[in-house]
């Protein structure tokens, strides 16, 4: 059974910075792309980043140049690191284990509990 377990969300200011981590279980870690979606109350998820087994990367262009996404197979642990955060990255944050086809992460039905990000202004 896979468990994936966010963690390291909060209430930060304008221009701080978070590290999200998501604790992952149950399968082979490394084999599988892995991704952060975010969702705020009445909308849909979207995505926020992603990393193949390979390491390629892949961002919402909202979020390019402030978030890093990474990961440590000996950990199976993926990271979400967010400088510069802005009061519209407000949201619950999720992490996805997923496929990687066509250039782009495609989401399994895997999800973690997510965890709260808030941003004050």
């Known amino acids: 059974q896979v468990q994936l377990v966010e963690s390291g969300g909060g209430l930060v200011q304008a221009g701080g910075s978070l590290r999200l981590s998501c604790a992952a279980s149950g399968s082979i870690f490394s084999i599988y792309s892995m991704g952060w979606y975010r969702q705020i109350p009445g909308k849909q998820r979207e995505f926020v980043a992603s990393i193949t087994s390979g390491g390629n990367t892949n961002y919402a262009d909202s979020v390019k140049g402030r978030f890093t996404i990474s990961r440590d197979t000996a950990k199976n642990t993926v990271y979400l690191q967010m400088n510069s955060l802005k009061p519209e990255d407000t949201a619950v944050y999720y992490c996805?284990?997923?496929?990687?086809?066509?250039?782009?992460?495609?989401?399994?039905?895997?999800w973690g509990q997510g965890t709260q990000v808030t941003v004050s202004s």
């Open positions: 996805n284990r997923g496929t990687y086809y066509g250039g782009s992460h495609h989401p399994l039905n895997y």
